[in-house]
C-alpha cells in the first residue's frame, strides 16, 4: 500500500476559502503601502549564503536554510574535514546559497546592486515567502510571508513617524482595533549596557533582554550571567524589569537611569521626538507604547525598534515588527545611507482575524451562478449567457459533465450546494425556443424565468 504524502513541518497547503482571506489581507495591506507612496519589488528566494550569513546574529545563522550545491557536492569535501565532522566547515563546502530568512537583507544587497537605477530616498515594499528553520508551533512556521515597507536614503525621524501611522492605518482597515505597536531604540538599549559595566556584550545582553516576556525575569538574568554580565551590573537593572506608566512617564525615568550615557540620551531625544509627533497627529485605533526591554535580538539595528501585537485576550507573538538600521548596506559596499523599515506578519494577522471573526463574509466568493448542463446544445446556449455575465462581472461557470437519460441531475445540484452557488440556471428545449433562462435561487427555492437582461439583474 502506497504511503500517504505529506508535507514537512512548519509548511501548509492552502485551500480556496484560506487564500480568498489571504489575498484579502495581502490587497489592504498592499493599498495602503501604494498610499504612502511605496514602490514594489521582488527579489529571489534564495540568495548567496554569504549575503545572509553573518547578518542575524549567531541565532539567526542557525535558523537559515542552506541549499546543496548541484551534483557531486561533496567532491570539495576532503578526507581530513569529513572525517572532523565540523558541520560549519562543512556547509561552506557543499553550500554556496540559502533560503532567504527575511526581505529586509536581501533588500539591502538589491540597493547596492542597483544604486545607479535608484531615486534617494528610496521607498519600497515586497510581499513575498521567506523560510526559518525555526521549531514549528502555534504562529511560528518555517515558509511563510512577510509583507515590508523600508525607505533607505533618509535620515529622518519622520520615516518613523510615518511607519507608526501606516501600522496604524493598515489595521485600521482590516478592522484590527486595539493592536499595540510598541517602540524602543537600540541606542538606549547601549546606553544601558554602557550603564551596568556591558557594552562589550551588547549583542548577549539585548537577545537575552529580547525573551523577556517568553521566559520572564529570572531566566533572562540567568541567561545574561552565563554570557559573563556581572551581577553587580545586572543589579542595575531591576528597574527597567519593573518599569510602569505612560510613555511620557516612562521617558523621564530613563532620562535619571541614563544620565551618564550620552548614547542614550540621544535615544530618548529620538523616542521623545517621535512620540510628539504621534501626539499631535493622533492614531485612529492602534496604541503607540514605550517598552525599554524590546531588543528584537538582530543585529543591524541601531536606532528606533518596532513591535506590533495582537489586541489584549488574543495568544498571539508578534503581528509585525522593524526599525531603524543605520548601514546595513555599508556590508555590501555602499556606505553610510541609513534605512528604517517595518513588516507585517501575514500568517499571525490571519490567525488573528480569524480568532476575532474580522473577516468579511463575502470574502470567499467564489462562483455566483451555475448553469445545469442537459446536452451539447443547451451547453452551448449556456456559454453565450455566461460569457455575457462574465463581462458584467458576474462569476459564472457551466457544469462540465451534461446529464445522460435523465440521470445526474440530483448530482449536479449537490455540487452547486456544496460549494454555496447561490443560484443555478436550468436551460432546456423550452428556454432555447424563447430565448428565457429558468433561474433557481438555491436558498430559498424559487424558480422564475427571465431574459438575459434580466438573468443579469437579477444574480448582480
Known amino acids: 500500500m502506497a504511503q500517504k504524502p505529506s508535507i514537512p513541518k512548519g509548511t501548509r497547503d492552502f485551500n480556496p476559502e484560506q487564500v480568498a482571506k489571504r489575498n484579502y489581507i495581502f490587497s489592504t495591506i498592499k493599498t495602503q503601502f501604494q498610499t504612502f507612496g511605496f514602490q514594489p519589488i521582488e527579489t529571489p528566494s534564495f540568495e548567496n549564503s554569504d549575503t545572509l550569513m553573518g547578518k542575524y546574529g549567531e541565532e539567526g545563522d542557525r535558523l537559515i536554510f542552506k541549499i546543496l550545491n548541484s551534483g557531486d557536492y561533496l567532491s570539495k569535501v576532503n578526507d581530513e574535514l569529513y572525517t572532523e565532522k565540523d558541520s560549519n566547515k562543512t556547509t561552506a563546502k557543499i553550500s554556496e546559497k540559502a533560503l532567504r530568512y527575511d526581505l529586509t537583507v536581501p533588500f539591502a544587497r538589491y540597493v547596492v ?50 511607519f507608526i501611522q501606516l501600522y496604524d492605518n493598515v489595521f485600521t482597515a482590516l478592522g484590527l482595533k486595539g493592536a499595540t505597536i510598541k517602540i524602543n531604540n537600540r541606542k538606549i538599549l547601549s546606553g544601558i549596557a554602557e550603564v551596568i559595566g556591558a557594552s562589550d556584550k551588547l ?223 436550468l436551460v432546456g428545449e423550452e428556454e432555447m425556443d424563447n430565448a428565457v433562462y429558468t433561474l433557481k435561487d438555491m436558498k430559498s427555492g424559487a424558480q422564475t424565468k427571465v431574459s438575459l437582461e434580466g438573468l443579469i439583474t437579477a444574480v448582480k
Open 113 to 162: 546592486q542597483h544604486q545607479n537605477e535608484i531615486d534617494f530616498p528610496f521607498k519600497r515594499y515586497q510581499m513575498q515567502p521567506v523560510w526559518r528553520a525555526d521549531r514549528p508551533q502555534k504562529g511560528r512556521f518555517r515558509e511563510f510571508y512577510q509583507c515590508d515597507a523600508d525607505v533607505v536614503g533618509s535620515d529622518s525621524l519622520w520615516q518613523e513617524v510615518e
Open 203 to 425: 549583542i548577549d545582553f539585548t537577545v537575552a533582554l529580547d525573551k523577556l516576556d517568553k521566559i520572564g525575569e529570572e531566566k533572562v538574568k540567568e541567561e545574561m550571567l552565563g554570557k559573563g554580565i556581572p551581577q553587580s551590573g545586572i543589579d542595575k537593572l531591576q528597574p527597567l524589569f519593573s518599569l510602569s506608566g505612560n510613555f511620557e512617564a516612562q521617558i523621564e525615568s530613563l532620562k535619571g537611569i541614563l544620565s551618564t550615557s550620552e548614547e542614550g540620551k540621544k535615544g530618548i531625544e529620538e523616542l521623545d521626538f517621535i512620540n510628539n509627533a504621534i501626539s499631535a497627529l493622533g492614531l485612529q485605533t492602534a496604541n503607540l507604547q514605550l517598552d525599554v526591554t524590546l531588543a528584537r535580538g538582530l543585529n543591524y539595528y541601531t536606532g528606533a525598534i518596532f513591535e506590533v501585537s495582537a489586541p489584549e485576550g488574543v495568544k498571539m507573538g508578534s503581528i509585525g515588527g522593524g526599525g531603524r538600521y543605520a548601514d546595513l548596506t555599508g556590508v555590501f559596499g555602499l556606505k553610510n545611507v541609513s534605512g528604517v523599515g517595518i513588516s507585517f506578519g501575514l500568517d499571525r494577522i490571519y490567525l488573528v482575524l480569524e480568532e476575532l471573526g474580522l473577516f468579511p463574509e463575502t470574502i470567499a466568493k467564489s462562483t455566483e451562478v451555475m448553469f445545469i448542463n442537459f446536452g451539447d446544445k443547451e451547453a452551448l446556449f449556456s456559454l453565450k449567457a455566461i460569457k455575457a455575465l462574465r463581462e458584467a462581472g458576474v462569476n459564472a461557470e457551466l457544469y462540465p459533465d451534461k446529464i445522460t437519460n435523465g440521470k445526474h441531475m440530483k448530482k449536479q445540484m449537490n455540487y452547486a450546494n456544496k460549494r454555496e452557488i447561490p443560484f443555478v440556471v
